[in-house]
């Protein structure tokens, strides 16, 4: 069974950074691509950042130049560092394990999403 652990987030000033870690087990996550995504109550979930089986990226437009996704396979774990950090990026923040290795477009795996952690809030006020 796949089980994504999220943790990281917080609270930080306009202008700050964090670094979000998400901890795979039943998953080997350098077989398969993996992503960030946030939503809000209520809102749509958006696509964040991904990265495919060979550490290629992907990333939304918004998040462009201030987003890092990245993996230690050794640790079986995915990582989003998030720098400049504006009060738009306020949300709860998953990470995804794809049921295959490609990466898409605007932050998004190609294949289907196989499992989801419970989520990390990220606040930052305005």
């Known amino acids: 069974q796949v089980r994504l652990v999220e943790s990281g987030g917080g609270s930080v000033q306009a202008g700050g950074s964090l670094r979000l870690s998400c901890a795979a087990s039943g998953y080997t996550v350098s077989a398969y691509c993996m992503s960030w995504f946030r939503q809000a109550p209520g809102k749509e979930r958006e696509g964040v950042a991904a990265?495919?089986?060979?550490?290629?990226?992907s990333y939304a437009d918004s998040v462009k130049g201030r987003f890092t996704a990245s993996k230690d396979n050794a640790k079986n774990t995915l990582y989003l560092q998030m720098n400049s950090l504006k009060p738009e990026d306020t949300d709860m923040y998953y990470c995804?394990?794809?049921?295959?290795?490609?990466?898409?477009?605007?932050?998004?795996?190609?294949?289907?999403?196989?499992?989801w952690g419970q989520g990390t809030l990220v606040t930052v006020p305005s």
């Open positions: 995804a394990a794809a049921s295959g290795p490609r990466v898409d477009r605007g932050g998004y795996c190609y294949n289907a999403l196989a499992a």
């Open positions: 990265i495919d089986a060979d550490g290629r990226t």
